[in-house]
């Protein structure tokens, strides 16, 4: 199983990035798969969660009404449209999956970064007042 993020760079405040996270060696149907972010000294925080064996998809509050989580299944790539970056957006963001049956609640365990195996290196996201 491999997930690779791109995507990361340096935008002013406001400004929109969509950052990729390209997959393999996994079904999609089988497996959750979230988007975290880490800033150094502080702990790898959930952003946002899909399960494409029904659709559901969940964001942290922080995020709500302007980062959006897709996915094309076909190319099994996922994708985190952000809009209105702020410069407390700034972070590493992290693509990460987990089979789907581990997760019956999924509710409470999606943003949780020791519920998730297997993770990408990182893209690097920087937001300038």
């Known amino acids: 199983i491999q997930l690779e993020e791109s995507g990361g760079d340096f935008v002013q405040a406001g400004e929109s990035l969509r950052l990729s996270c390209t997959t393999s060696?996994?079904?999609?149907?089988?497996?959750?798969i979230s988007w975290f972010r880490e800033v150094p000294g502080k702990i790898r925080e959930g952003v946002s969660c899909f399960r494409s064996a029904d659709g559901t998809t969940y964001y942290a509050d922080f995020v709500k009404g302007r980062f959006t989580m897709s996915s094309d299944i076909s190319k099994k790539m996922v994708y985190l449209q952000m809009d209105n970056l702020k410069p407390e957006d700034t972070a590493r963001y992290y693509c990460a999956a987990d089979p789907r049956s581990r997760h019956p609640n999924l509710h409470s365990t999606w943003s949780r970064a020791s519920w998730m195996d297997y993770w990408g290196k990182g893209t690097q996201v920087t937001v300038s007042a």
């Open positions: 060696g996994f079904r999609f149907d089988d497996f959750v």
